[in-house]
């Protein structure tokens, strides 16, 4: 199936800034100096996106060869470093707009995945990655242990549902511009109402051991 | 030379499902969500085969395109995330197991590089990553120095001898059912042994620096 | 263009050597066992090429296809096992070796990604990684956040001016063994200025947040 999907790069460009913006914000806290507030905020914008392209054979990545990307991540990066501490105040609105890109880089992903041929796990796999990676080499990065893995909200929950639903989309031939945007608006929405009620992953069955 | 070689996919799967639930276990103690308690099982269980079929360019990586695989690492986390309390006493045996999975991923994995035609060298390292990566990405994922690398027993220089004799028996065209049984036993148990009579890797010479 | 810039083997398996060293010193501080010495040395004087090698395509990458460098990282790894208490004295010289290091990782990973058909944009990304990622691999592995992102010292900016100004010169059919030459001295002449002369770089602007 060739998808007719348009990617809208505007919105992933959005979503690359706003990824960069959290990238460089932690590296801010953490005291880095510019060269680090950079690298994070590259690695936050764009390391999902690398990962997915190395695990599925699409080398060089896009988030090393093309300069329109950098050039996001390095403008989020810039806006953070001079207006950071006025940034603070919006940190709602950043959320917002981070849950955008959660769903959007998802799907994106999880469609590119299945335009390289890999089977439907390795989409899910890679669309999942391409949504919550950027954050997972973020706080690796800046020596933290990975959010996504621990604070139990509804983050990766959302971008897994939306990644199997694409995947199944897909598979069912049903893949058209209105179901996929149907599914990355299902992912946002997901998002926004469980920081909106507060509503939590699960932790661990029965307490913790020792 | 084709191997010919039965790779006991059984056993593999084995390997996948102790090496899953030595990740999940980790993440539960470090109090993690549901989703950290998935990543940490596959990231475990098929991490090192993840690396070596990066490094090799056989992507995407059956890690992430093989559902039995996948399959078999959440079906092991999520053993670990209703039974962990009881599980903590099958320590020993779980021990035991994962010796057979170090063997059995180090062994396959030199095998997989010679198969893609890479030098001896290269046949070494990924094995041995094979065998200890999933290792390695649990415990950087969980926020913890990575154990093999420290921790002074046995575990990666029975893998190193391993795949350095799998390495020299291709080179020598004496790679056949059973002398890479044998090696898959000799590492298996060089690594028990190691358990049983705690046998200690070197650490620095002559004390250490400042 | 074909290029003609004799890579200077040897200086490069002086690199290798010395950024071995830098890992295995590491591991010495932290306790690491035989096993970790090893890996933080390899992953120290190689990783920063195996990066590079994986982002652009070219695996096996030559980090752990080539045994020459292999066996060069394991040297360099073996010298500071029995000599480290000697060596904490010879850190000035190491030091300057290292900015040699730096400046020929730099030009000669850029030039590698321009070979292989990147971009300018991805042989940038990929020459700084050369330069820089064996560091940032190092401290990971040995659980520290990488100092590269924080020491505010001019290092990983003169990388970056370096594999800039050799992507420059590519493109405009200027890369010469005069010209390359020329960047890999001004790329190491300006680290052991900014050693000398204890160069900064910026840190966030206007203080900290929180």
Chains 1, 2, 3 share one sequence.
Do not use: C
Not at 96 to 107: E, H, I, P, Y
Not at 142 to 168: C, D, F, K, N
Request: aromatic content about 8%; cysteine-free; charged content about 15%.
């Amino acid at each position: 199936m060739e998808t007719d999907i348009p990617l809208e790069p505007v919105l992933e460009l959005v979503g690359v800034f706003v990824g960069a913006m959290s990238g460089a914000l932690a590296a801010v806290r953490k005291q880095f100096d510019v060269f680090g507030i950079l690298v994070l905020g590259w690695a936050a914008g764009l390391g999902g996106g690398i990962l997915r392209d190395v695990l599925i054979g699409a080398v060089p990545p896009v988030g090393i060869s093309n300069w329109r990307f950098i050039a996001t991540a390095v403008a989020g990066a810039t806006v953070i470093y001079f207006f950071h501490p006025r940034l603070e105040r919006a940190r709602r609105f950043i959320e917002v707009l981070d849950a955008g890109a959660l769903a959007l880089f998802t799907v994106v992903g999880t469609i590119k995945g299945l335009e390289y041929g890999t089977t439907l796990t390795a989409a899910v796999v890679v669309g999942v990655m391409t949504g919550v990676g950027g954050g997972v080499l973020r706080d690796l990065l800046s020596g933290e242990v990975p959010v996504v893995l621990h604070h139990r909200q509804l983050y990766a929950i959302p971008a897994l549902l939306g990644a199997t639903a694409t995947a199944i989309l897909w598979w069912q031939d049903a893949a058209s511009t209105v179901t996929v945007v149907a599914v990355v608006i299902a992912v946002f929405a997901l998002r926004v109402g469980a920081l909106r009620f507060k509503l939590k992953a699960p932790g661990p069955w029965r307490g913790t051991v020792r």
